[in-house]
């Protein structure tokens, strides 16, 4: 695989995991088990019961009929919002309990921004009985209250961070620190393809079930081998990697990626960090981040909580020097207007992260034989206050 991490964690010039020494224990036991145990016959066999009783999978591969009409051209949705918890996380988190099993831990640790995550994390602590801390910084877990009486009723508990700009980096650093200090019964749970090897490969496999469904699924659906267009929002880069995995190396299928541009990639208030970050090293990884001239990481800015992160995971810095995936960035407006959009014509309302990778349609013309496979990755529900507020302001006379 061309677009595969090589021995040492790396993809080209990214990745890695740059750990302090108090941390190695816990990255060399997991570096060294996590291959064996994914393609042991006990976890396949286990992984898969519970993605198809427990989550609900295969997720449907659904032709939007009316949404393909108004672009002239053919749009098929992968229904990830369609999933237990409402979105890709599950897959993730399933996995990794599975494995944290294996490896006899007693006790999982998580970080989370908008608290999807810590939702999925503590679902599935609560499934296998295990103790479950999620951290959060202070900000969002007064920012996201629904989802941390989630975690609570779930069992788990939830540390608010007090410290930096109290967000989703905040959190990771204490979830960072907790591992240290608990090296032995602790498994850390990281939330994206993001982190220090073996995390970004070990995410990546475990959400690659989504390109893994879309194969088969189109076969059946379309006759075809492969799609001509697969599309998907980035944050970390989870849902896309899953999304792209089992095409990467079929260089017929286009892969287009969308980052949260906020108010503008030109504006201070942006959360694109290809369009407008340098290399650097953040949470352990070499990777593209956005920083100021000192090093120091900037604050991104998104309508769309789940994808205001500061940085990407290595693998999608490697797609974009590549250029074997294109990013493109979607304003908050662009991706407002493609929900409502969405909802209009197919009667979903989508999670606002989704919603930019739909922004796509507006600014780029399909043909009318293209197969087009778009990841909806997430549910509205989450989003109803922003996507009030919209309504409110259309409704206000101009
Ligand atoms: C968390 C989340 C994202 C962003 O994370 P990735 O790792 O980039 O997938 C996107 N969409 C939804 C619905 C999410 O919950």
């Given at each position: 695989m061309k677009y595969a991490i090589d021995k040492k964690g790396f993809y080209g010039e990214f990745g890695g995991a740059f750990i302090p020494e108090a941390m190695y224990q816990n990255i060399e036991e997991l570096r060294s088990n996590y291959l064996d145990i994914i393609e042991s016959s006990s976890f396949q066999s286990e992984f898969a019961r519970l993605l198809k009783y427990y989550v609900?999978?295969?997720?449907?591969?659904?032709?939007?009929?009316?949404?393909?009409?108004?672009?002239?051209?053919?749009?098929?949705?992968?229904?990830?919002?369609?999933?237990?918890?409402?979105?890709?996380?599950?897959?993730?988190?399933?996995?990794?309990?599975?494995?944290?099993?294996?490896?006899?831990?007693?006790?999982?640790?998580?970080?989370?921004?908008?608290?999807?995550?810590?939702?999925?994390?503590?679902?599935?602590?609560a499934l296998t009985g295990i103790k479950c801390v999620v951290y959060m910084g202070a900000l969002d877990v007064s920012r996201q209250a629904p989802n941390v009486l989630r975690m609570k009723m779930l069992g788990a508990d939830v540390i608010p961070i007090e410290s930096g700009n109290k967000t989703l980096k905040d959190a990771t650093n204490g979830a960072l620190r907790d591992w240290i200090n608990n090296p032995w019964d602790t498994h850390y749970i990281i939330g994206s393809v993001v982190g220090p090897h073996p995390y970004p490969d070990l995410v990546a496999r475990l959400q690659s079930v989504i390109s893994e469904e879309i194969q088969w699924q189109l076969k059946e659906l379309e006759n075809?081998?492969?799609?001509?267009?697969?599309?998907?929002?980035?944050?970390?880069?989870?849902?896309?990697?899953?999304?792209?995995?089992?095409?990467?190396?079929?260089?017929?299928?286009?892969?287009?990626?969308?980052?949260?541009?906020?108010?503008?990639?030109?504006?201070?208030?942006?959360?694109?960090?290809?369009?407008t970050g340098s290399p650097g090293v953040?949470?352990?990884?070499?990777?593209?981040?956005?920083?100021?001239?000192?090093?120091?990481?900037?604050?991104?800015?998104?309508?769309?909580a789940g994808l205001d992160y500061p940085g990407i995971g290595p693998m999608h810095s490697f797609l974009h020097t590549t250029e074997r995936v294109k990013y493109m960035s979607i304003t908050d407006k662009e991706a407002l207007k493609a929900a409502f959009l969405l909802t209009r014509l197919e009667g979903i309302?989508?999670?606002?992260?989704?919603?930019?990778?739909?922004?796509?349609?507006?600014?780029?013309?399909?043909?009318?034989?293209?197969?087009?496979v778009i990841n909806l990755s997430g549910r509205g529900d989450k989003d109803m206050d922003a996507y009030i507020n919209e309504m409110q302001k259309q409704n206000e006379p101009s």
């Amino acid at each position: 695989m061309k677009y595969a991490i090589d021995k040492k964690g790396f993809y080209g010039e990214f990745g890695g995991a740059f750990i302090p020494e108090a941390m190695y224990q816990n990255i060399e036991e997991l570096r060294s088990n996590y291959l064996d145990i994914i393609e042991s016959s006990s976890f396949q066999s286990e992984f898969a019961r519970l993605l198809k009783y427990y989550v609900g999978r295969p997720s449907p591969l659904y032709y939007a009929k009316r949404l393909s009409e108004y672009y002239g051209t053919n749009i098929y949705l992968k229904r990830e919002d369609l999933n237990h918890t409402g979105s890709h996380k599950i897959n993730n988190t399933i996995g990794q309990i599975l494995i944290a099993k294996k490896l006899g831990k007693t006790r999982i640790i998580a970080e989370t921004g908008a608290g999807q995550h810590g939702v999925a994390t503590a679902t599935v602590c609560a499934l296998t009985g295990i103790k479950c801390v999620v951290y959060m910084g202070a900000l969002d877990v007064s920012r996201q209250a629904p989802n941390v009486l989630r975690m609570k009723m779930l069992g788990a508990d939830v540390i608010p961070i007090e410290s930096g700009n109290k967000t989703l980096k905040d959190a990771t650093n204490g979830a960072l620190r907790d591992w240290i200090n608990n090296p032995w019964d602790t498994h850390y749970i990281i939330g994206s393809v993001v982190g220090p090897h073996p995390y970004p490969d070990l995410v990546a496999r475990l959400q690659s079930v989504i390109s893994e469904e879309i194969q088969w699924q189109l076969k059946e659906l379309e006759n075809k081998e492969a799609p001509d267009y697969i599309l998907a929002c980035v944050g970390g880069g989870s849902n896309a990697s899953g999304a792209f995995y089992h095409f990467l190396d079929n260089e017929n299928v286009k892969l287009i990626a969308t980052e949260a541009a906020g108010l503008g990639v030109d504006t201070n208030q942006t959360a694109a960090t290809l369009a407008t970050g340098s290399p650097g090293v953040l949470h352990s990884c070499r990777t593209m981040l956005m920083q100021n001239e000192d090093g120091q990481i900037t604050e991104p800015y998104s309508i769309s909580a789940g994808l205001d992160y500061p940085g990407i995971g290595p693998m999608h810095s490697f797609l974009h020097t590549t250029e074997r995936v294109k990013y493109m960035s979607i304003t908050d407006k662009e991706a407002l207007k493609a929900a409502f959009l969405l909802t209009r014509l197919e009667g979903i309302i989508p999670a606002l992260e989704s919603a930019h990778a739909f922004a796509v349609f507006e600014k780029k013309k399909f043909k009318a034989t293209d197969v087009v496979v778009i990841n909806l990755s997430g549910r509205g529900d989450k989003d109803m206050d922003a996507y009030i507020n919209e309504m409110q302001k259309q409704n206000e006379p101009s």
